[in-house]
DNA sequence: CTGAAAGCGCTTACAG
DNA sequence: CTGAAAGCGCTTACAG
């Protein structure tokens, strides 16, 4: 123990002043470490390490000391030091295999949100969920770097084989998804059918009889929601969707380019029309165009998301909101809780899109 | 150094054998460290350290063996660990405060194709280069993580206080920018001005000599070389750019659907403009229709970047394609081998956009 | 060309 | 409530 450290013991000191003298004489040369921390409030390293961890096993003017010369010598913890201790790092994944720019940019801001003022970086790690070495790169990544945790999207969030994964090799996780897959503290659901009912129930009310629906693809679970929500909704005012009227997409412009000129070949042609994605309904409103016809005149063109493209076309989509960021930030929020000792996670984990009202919907001309 | 390293030593031994009965003797249990390496091996785990190091002082036939070694049983060096130890992490960074959805993924999974096969991760670190605290907390990020190095892009690459912290704390970097503002192995360059030249070209063989042109927002870089490399190319036809046809743009949609109108009320009317990205163009074009006017018939109307949003409205926008994926590999190739030994860095460091025609242009009217 | 010792900055397991 | 010892899995600095 050092003459400064001993001084602190005996006179009951100042930890504000020692720690002053300690940043005059070492000016920003080097990055304080818990030696220097211990020293200056003349305690062991171990004490301090329990009060970077929130240990409730220290006294409380110990503690307040400890803080005093943390705050004043603006100590930091290394997290790579922390990380080989502990046996974690600091790194929290998110991997992903939505190849939406915009759902993924927005879900990294939402996590960095979550993360914010917290020790964690974000670690971004896309994948591609039919190669066969899909699970074991994904299981390499999180070992290799012992994240503290990861968050999953659609579509590789419905996948079981990677939540087996992670649960065996013990790493914690939250999936996002539009209904519920695991337990309460593991999910976060996007509630996709009710969006969808609300988008039926605005065209029912605009009057429309004769509507079609265009399906995202099938290995995601929020095709099967969006398309029981629509249906759902439609059946609330007496309708139903068609068999001859439901469309096979996969969530991508081209599918419903392609969708979209098969629609306007049926007879009698369908007034509205409900895709299950804004990129799909873009595709939608492009093949009338070129087809030299209007919308919503020709027809009515609801889509879901509320991505950029909504409002970049012409005429703007009527579409399904999701909140994306907020969604990135609740599955940051639940990820770091369950680490916690606060048992219960708060917090509804669930979020709810609704309809944005734009000039791709009107009533049918007839 | 145990029975099984004695063996190895004394009797020139078979190291795949030893390595596989490690294997069968903990069947995944554990994951193997430099020590088990290094007594499989019979060596010190510093000759081992040396081997995972690339270092030439170690002799081939005990280098080969310690490989054998590590392939077999699948031995990884932990990243945290030495990280801690060369007080550097394995993590890059990439800083960013562009909001194009598409760009940044574009980037992040260019610079993942850099960094594939390398001990390397990706972290995200989005910033806001008004905030008074910008410099302050990328500092805080890169130091606290202890970056191995940094990827910046427009148009935070193109601030001198970013890279001048970063010399200072010694973090490598990489800039990506429009022209070289940085010695050669700390550029990629995307030579935006070359990509406008071509814009000017096509509209100029097109016929048209009334062009417009809608600039970027002036604190990026690009801005102004997408501008004067529009001139350049309408000067090779002799063509010059009126001032009552430059308007003021800042990169976004909105933006562009502003200075669209504004075009429309310009008397005499230009044939065509240039919207300094595809954000501003998709604006133009909105404008345009909005007033019950068609692209290309009443104007035509050139984007940058080729993003989605190009391909996604009707017509679908003639722009110049930038190879962002590519810009994102590049730096974060470069970014590695500004640390290797090879001196030299290889590669021209240096992109090139290219002229990509669909239906928004076509030849005026008259 | 190779190795034994010390150390990176923390935490765990144990003791008091 | 607090601390001394050992350890996380590597590398540096030194010696031979």
């Known amino acids: 123990m050092s003459a400064v450290g001993r001084k602190v013991r005996n006179t009951a000191i100042d930890y504000r002043q020692v720690s002053e003298q300690w940043n005059a004489e070492h000016q920003g040369q080097r990055k304080p470490t818990i030696n220097d921390v211990a020293e200056l409030a003349g305690v062991s390293k171990k004490t301090v390490s329990r009060v970077i961890n929130n240990s409730p096993l220290v006294n409380e003017e110990t503690r307040d000391g400890i803080q ?60 591609d969920r039919d190669s066969d070495r899909f699970i074991e790169d994904a299981k390499q990544f999180v070992e290799l770097q012992k994240l503290h945790g990861v968050i999953l999207t659609p579509s590789i969030s419905e996948d079981d084989r990677i939540t087996d994964m992670l649960r065996e090799i013990g790493c914690a996780y939250v999936r996002v998804a539009s209904i519920a897959l695991d337990m309460e503290q593991r999910m976060i659901v996007t509630n996709d059918r009710i969006g969808s009912r609300a988008a039926a129930r605005h065209l029912a009310e605009l009057g429309h009889r004769r509507v079609a629906f265009i399906a995202g693809r099938g290995s995601f679970r929020s095709a ?103 969604i990135g930030r609740l599955a940051a929020e639940r990820l770091l ?30």
Request: with cysteine; proline share 7%; glycine share 8%.
């Open 68 to 127: 005093t010369v943390i705050q004043t010598i603006g100590y930091q913890p290394d997290p790579q030091a922390r990380g080989l201790a502990f046996r974690r790092s600091f790194l929290v994944g998110m991997i992903y295999d939505n190849p939406n720019p915009q759902y993924v940019v927005n879900m990294q801001l939402g996590i960095l949100d979550g993360l914010r003022g917290t020790a964690y970086e974000l670690v971004v790690h896309p994948c």
């Open 224 to 326: 099967h929601e969006r398309r029981s929500g629509f249906e759902e909704g439609l059946a609330e005012f007496g309708l139903k969707l068609s068999p001859d009227y439901i469309l096979q997409g996969n969530y991508t412009f081209e599918s419903g380019l392609e969708q979209g000129a098969k629609l306007l070949a049926l007879d009698p042609p369908p007034t509205a029309v409900f895709a299950a994605n804004d990129e799909m309904a873009a595709g939608v409103v492009q093949a009338l165009r070129i087809a030299g016809l209007d919308v919503p005149e020709s027809l009515s063109v609801v889509g879901f998301d509320d991505f950029e493209v909504a409002t970049r076309i012409w005429p703007r989509l009527t579409t399904v909101h999701s909140p994306t960021r907020d």
């Open 337 to 366: 809780q369950s680490e916690s000792a606060d048992s219960e996670v708060s917090g509804t984990g669930q979020t709810t899109p609704h309809l944005v009202e734009r000039e791709s919907t009107a009533s049918p001309a007839s």
